[in-house]
């Protein structure tokens, strides 16, 4: 996240997707990934803060700080220990804690794709406030009304990421999830993998619901790389494409789990 300063306070303008730790948890030694557009068809390096990882104040201060930060720092926190090898299966905290960044991560895409629109309050009298005002009430994690009857809608993303996140555990109450090695090969990052409840961590390492700890072999790799490119909207990435295959027809290792349409949900 990239932020600026407002009178007293910090503001998050330039909000990641996806975290910005997780991105160079895929740097090459250039500090770099490969980046590929699909919108524009092209392939180029890119540093974390490049504007495809990234919307422009799309959620409010609370969503951002108060309720995405502490999960990301959680998730990455669990991240270092499966890293250095301190945890070789993940236990049921653990594991709801992968689901809630995994729901965090795909709530802020859906964020990103359909946006949050201002929601019009009926039979409630906004408030007159200058523009201090509304900056120091959002710093405070506080949602206002204008005087106009108009909420942004940013205010509600925190309460949408949290009602997701109440469906996944309601949809999928007993999830696991399996820690995953690449034998060889190495891992295609998209913007989202839509449905499919996967969680990359490093060129070399993913996180799969419901799947057995395991190292796939380079064709199983394939066919999640495969995935990865069709779950994509805008982009996907890698450290190195020339060292990730990808099958184009066959079955997957597993059946990857699939919670059902977060648009369904907002409905």
Request: proline share 6%; net charge positive; charged share 25%.
């Amino acid at each position: 996240m990239q932020g600026v300063q407002v009178e007293n306070y910090r503001f998050t303008i330039k909000q990641h997707v996806f975290p910005v730790k997780s991105i160079e948890q895929h740097y090459s030694r250039k500090n770099v990934v490969q980046l590929f557009d699909k919108r524009r068809q092209s392939l180029f390096p890119a540093k974390s803060n490049n504007n495809l990882f990234t919307v422009n104040r799309v959620w409010d201060e609370r969503a951002e700080k108060h309720i995405g930060k502490p999960i990301e720092d959680e998730f990455q926190r669990l991240t270092s220990r499966i890293l250095a090898g301190k945890i070789k299966r993940l236990g049921i905290f653990e594991s709801e804690l992968v689901s809630r960044f995994w729901s965090l991560w795909r709530t802020r895409n859906f964020f990103k794709v359909e946006g949050l629109p201002d929601v019009r309050a009926k039979g409630i009298t906004g408030d007159s406030l200058t523009e201090q005002q509304r900056i120091a009430l959002e710093a405070k994690g506080v949602m206002y009304v204008g005087d106009d009857g108009v909420m942004p809608g940013r205010f509600l993303a925190g309460i949408h990421i949290v009602r997701f996140f109440d469906s996944l555990m309601t949809d999928q109450p007993n999830t696991t999830w399996g820690i995953v090695h690449t034998s060889e090969g190495e891992l295609i990052v998209p913007d989202t993998f839509g449905e499919n409840m996967v969680v990359p961590l490093t060129p070399k390492v993913l996180l799969i619901a419901n799947a057995p700890d395991c190292h796939l072999t380079p064709d199983e790799l394939a066919l999640i790389n495969r995935e990865a490119i069709c779950s994509a909207q805008d982009f996907y990435f890698a450290r190195n494409f020339s060292q990730c295959p990808v099958i184009t027809s066959a079955r997957p290792p597993f059946r990857m789990t699939r919670p059902g349409d977060i648009n369904n949900q907002v409905r």
